[in-house]
């Protein structure tokens, strides 16, 4: 695999959310570097990092910040690459006002959004768009949703016990 994938946090208080991304990341082969870096703190460290992504051998920055979650909005304005934000579960409202700092971005600025704390859809997105141009990584991803539709049918089978 050529591409790399980038988790960026706002807070290293973050990362329990997103250990399930980056560990899912990993199991599909996917190098990955894990950055905290502040839309609001660190603002120039956040244009340097979004402006050098494609060059870095990046191919999909993810995004994690919770309350003014303008981190995944700031990375997107600075880079060509797809920038996926994970809303980050928040005390005052639940992670409503990440989700919504997240997909009220303007025209021009997309930014892909996944659930509040959906931090393993956001690796499994970040996977679907880089196996568009990699074969190797479409097949495990295939082989991914039969394991998944498999367990599915395993706890089908034992339902009934569960009663």
Do not use: W
Not at 49 to 66: D, P, Q, T
Not at 92 to 118: N, R
Not at 144 to 158: N, T
């Amino acid at each position: 695999m050529s591409k790399k994938v980038a988790v960026v946090m706002g807070s290293d208080s973050d990362l329990e959310t997103m250990k399930p991304c980056i560990a899912r990341l990993q199991s599909f082969g996917i190098s990955t570097e894990v950055r905290v870096i502040s839309a609001h703190r660190t603002p120039a460290a956040a244009e340097q990092f979004a402006s050098s992504a494609l060059e870095n051998g990046f191919g999909v920055v993810i995004a994690a910040a919770g309350k003014a979650a303008h981190l995944a909005g700031v990375l997107a304005a600075y880079t060509t690459l797809p920038v996926i934000g994970v809303p980050i579960k928040t005390s005052m409202m639940g992670g409503l006002d990440s989700l919504l700092s997240m997909v009220q971005m303007p025209k021009g600025i997309p930014v892909a959004c996944v659930a509040v704390d959906g931090a393993d859809n956001a690796a499994i997105l970040a996977a679907q768009m880089l196996a568009l141009s990699d074969g190797d990584l479409a097949q495990k991803l295939s082989a991914f949703k039969v394991q998944m539709a498999d367990e599915v049918a395993e706890k089908d089978r034992h339902i009934g016990e569960k009663l």
